[in-house]
T-cell receptor, first 115, second 117 residues
Framework: SQTIHQWPATLVQPVGSPLSLECTVE??????LYWYRQAAGRGLQLLFY??????ISSEVPQNLSASRPQDRQFILSSKKLLLSDSGFYLC??????????????FGPGTRLTVT | AQSVTQLDSHVSVSEGTPVLLRCNYS??????LFWYVQHPNKGLQLLLK??????LVKGINGFEAEFKKSETSFHLTKPSAHMSDAAEYFC???????????????FGQGTILTVHP
């Protein structure tokens, strides 16, 4: 069966500090990978998605970036955090297939508080 | 363009009574539709999905949803609420994947379900 991991579970960082959140998927190959942010009262916002190693698409301009160094690893980064970066970050994966949309499966999330 | 509207931001029921969470969607294509549940500080869990097969879809934990094209609705129901059902629920619509191998999901704003003893 497939499993998706995220770490850390919680993080408190000062404004201006760097960020690195990691997501890994087990039990599947060539998945699509996604990063979402969930801010209080604002629903889910898609930040990045990836259909393959080194292939990153950004949905929303911001001071965050994403990388996919391995097939089942997805990293969310920032060089300098802003207060507005606080939120609950969710990684998700889906089967990769053209012509059809598959459901996404979510990780447990990382709660980021920027102080 | 696609969109989804969850008609209630909060729903409160008593344990053992039926649950109805309402969702209307808009899509240019025959959509795929999903319901997810999120407990506090947890990730989203897929409850059920509709992908153009049977219009009445059964999911986990006794939930089901009916796809009604004429009403552009995909309401979530459960005959008898349990305390453990208290959570936030998201209705989600997707577009076709096409040649990009990616179908974007559009999330509703969520409905918080409260279950009273």
């Amino acid at each position: 069966s497939q499993t998706i991991h995220q770490w850390p579970a919680t993080l408190v960082q000062p404004v201006g500090s760097p960020l690195s959140l990691e997501c890994t998927v087990e039990g599947t190959s060539n998945p699509n990978l996604y990063w979402y942010r969930q801010a209080a009262g604002r629903g889910l916002q898609l930040l990045f998605y990836s259909v393959g190693i080194g292939q990153i698409s950004s949905e929303v301009p911001q001071n965050l970036s994403a990388s996919r160094p391995q097939d089942r690893q997805f990293i969310l980064s920032s060089k300098k955090l802003l207060l507005s970066d606080s939120g609950f970050y969710l990684c998700a994966w889906s089967v990769r297939s053209s012509g059809r949309t598959y459901e996404q499966y979510f990780g447990p999330g990382t709660r980021l508080t920027v102080t | 363009a696609q969109s989804v509207t969850q008609l209630d931001s909060h729903v409160s029921v008593s344990e053992g009574t039926p649950v109805l969470l309402r969702c209307n969607y808009s899509s240019s294509y025959s959509p795929s539709l999903f319901w997810y549940v999120q407990h506090p500080n947890k990730g989203l869990q897929l409850l059920l999905k509709y992908t153009s097969a049977a219009t009445l879809v059964k999911g986990i934990n006794g939930f089901e949803a009916e796809f009604k094209k004429s009403e552009t609705s995909f309401h979530l129901t459960k005959p008898s609420a349990h305390m453990s059902d208290a959570a936030e629920y998201f209705c989600v619509v997707s577009d076709r994947a096409g040649g990009t191998s990616y179908g974007k999901l559009t999330f509703g704003q969520g409905t918080i379900l409260t279950v009273h003893p």
